[in-house]
């Protein structure tokens, strides 16, 4: 029977209770782990410029700022290492990402987007909530025996993993096209908030940046508990523990967001310099021009390729000239217009063509189509796939859709 006044008390009693108080840390683990062989090298160190002086030597179980507990470690980077931790304050999980000292540009530039972006004006925009921003920014005090420099540290919602990891798990199996048009929707309206409200470039579109919300919470208590009880083997070197990186093993994913802005631009309408991953780098930025936002859509443009195709539409190497990327280019999108080429601050393009914009590189340009080159769709699905990825694929960037424009595409918004 519905008892109000039991009912009433109950809710004086929750009104009444006020915040928690900080939960003390979790004492640590007393199973052994195995001991991995000190001549091996694992995780961040087989990265090529690997120094153990510029990774701090972080401990599971040591508590960060008074507050943030180890519990595991979730990855690496090139530039920082991630972990998860409790938040003893809040009483939640989080993921602390520590820079290593060789990020102190990327890290600098990923603080001043964070403040900048904060101190826009609050907005309902679902773009924003596509945007995966911390909750906390922290040094790691100076320590002499580690480093003469403190070490930068960001505190995020846990992730459970990046697109890249879904089609790296996948093993040659594609993505589904729901799930594919999912994402890619998702990453428009992080990019219509981020171009038109923030009037920010984030220049660095790419799979590993986008990743996928955590649903599934009962994942990291099931992760805490694994560490616990069986936790990874570990390598001892010197007074410093190097960890394998555990993922986290959920069931349930919520929306993607759009992750990592150490290559962040914003204040101007134009930049010049080299950005993007090079397989995703659009052709003003190889040929030395001035560039804005709509580098973000073309890379758009060949991430969603590589995702949908299951293969890389410009497959390059870095090396002293981008003559096959460009004759590559030129095969798929016919030969540009010489008054593009001649926006050029660098004189790159006079290596691939003469001043009426004919092709004079030493590479052979190749028979190659998009028609040819997609090979899951047929009929009218395909055209429309086509026509969605040759919005974003064009050689002027002033042709290319804009982010707003995309999501009203009919492949896009097709069942």
């Known amino acids: 029977m519905f008892n109000a006044r039991h009912l009433v008390s109950r809710l004086r009693a929750f009104t009444q209770r006020g915040p928690r108080s900080p939960s003390p840390p979790r004492p640590l683990s007393t199973v052994n782990p195995s001991i991995i062989n000190s001549n091996i090298p694992i995780e961040e160190e087989r990265l090529p410029w690997y120094d153990s002086r510029d990774f701090y030597p972080v401990r599971v179980g040591q508590v960060f700022k008074s507050r943030y507990q180890v519990v595991g470690k979730l990855g690496y980077g090139g530039y920082s290492t991630v972990w998860l931790c409790r938040d003893l304050m809040e009483h939640c999980y989080v993921a602390v990402k520590v820079f290593s000292q060789l990020s102190t540009e990327p890290i600098q530039r990923e603080l001043e987007a964070f403040r900048y972006l904060n101190n826009l004006a609050k907005t309902d925009d679902f773009g924003r909530q596509c945007i995966r921003t911390p909750l906390d920014q922290f040094e790691l005090p100076v320590d002499p025996a580690i480093s003469s420099q403190p070490f930068q540290c960001l505190v995020f919602e846990p992730a459970a993993k990046s697109i890249w990891d879904v089609r790296e798990k996948a093993r040659g199996d594609l993505l589904p096209e729901n799930v594919v048009k999912a994402v ?45 009880t069986n936790p990874l083997p570990q390598k001892v070197v010197g007074n410093r523990n190097i960890y394998l990186s555990r993922a986290i093993d959920c069931e349930a994913y919520g929306h993607p967001v759009l992750s990592d802005f150490g290559e962040a631009r914003f204040g101007r309408a134009k930049y010049t310099g080299a950005i993007q991953p090079i397989p995703y780098r659009a052709p003003e930025v190889i040929l030395g021009m001035p560039w804005d936002e709509k580098v973000d859509i073309w890379s758009l443009g060949t991430m969603i390729w590589d995702m949908f195709q299951g293969t890389r539409l410009f497959e390059t190497a870095a090396g002293p000239d981008s003559r096959q990327h460009i004759a590559h280019m030129v095969s798929l999108l016919g030969l540009p217009p010489a008054d593009f080429l001649r926006r050029s601050e660098t004189g790159e393009p006079w290596k691939y063509f003469d001043t009426r914009g004919h092709w004079t590189g030493t590479t052979t340009l190749s028979n190659d189509s998009l028609e040819l080159l997609e090979h899951r769709l047929e009929g009218e699905k395909k055209a429309q796939f086509l026509g969605f990825v040759r919005k974003m694929l064009k050689w002027i960037p002033e042709e290319r859709y804009t982010a707003y424009e995309l999501l009203d595409d009919p492949w896009l918004s097709s069942s």
């Open 184 to 228: 890619v929707r998702h990453v428009l309206f992080a990019l219509v908030y981020l171009h038109q409200e923030a009037k920010m470039v984030h220049t660095d579109i790419q799979e590993q940046n986008i990743l996928l919300s955590m649903m599934d919470f009962e994942a990291l208590r099931a992760y805490e508990d694994s560490e616990r």
